[in-house]
């Protein structure tokens, strides 16, 4: 553990496709790759099946300028209202910093562990 959190409270919403296809672009080659390759978070036999998947996409999308972004592959714009840091201390004596918008500021404050 690292004994450290942090703490976001706010909304998200989806971006736009468009915004999605501009990031994924700027990623590099090899990440765009593995976007396709990836079962995300289902289990695998070996790590010799991702591999596999890896070269079978790197077949298929051999110009790297010419890898889509892959239909699952999206994000998210966070809009934050209240951030909190929190560092752990000896005996419970927890150091928790948090930040509260208001208005078009942000209001720091040292909160009780």
């Known amino acids: 553990s690292i004994r450290r959190q942090i703490r976001i409270d706010g909304s998200i919403k ?44 790197k077949k298929k999308f051999p110009i790297h300028k010419k890898v889509p972004r892959p239909p699952h592959w999206s994000g998210w714009a966070l809009k934050a209202n209240e951030v909190e840091f929190w560092l752990d201390g000896n ?5 928790r910093l ?14 009780y562990p």
């Open 14 to 57: 989806q971006v736009p496709s468009k915004v999605a296809d501009q990031y994924f672009n700027t990623r590099p080659y090899g990440s765009r790759i593995g976007a396709w390759a990836s079962i995300q978070s289902t289990p695998m036999e070996s790590k010799l099946d991702l591999i596999k998947r890896i070269q079978e996409y």
């Open 91 to 95: 005996n419970r004596i927890h150091e």
């Open 98 to 111: 948090r930040y509260k918008k208001s208005g078009s500021k942000w209001v720091k404050e040292i909160l």
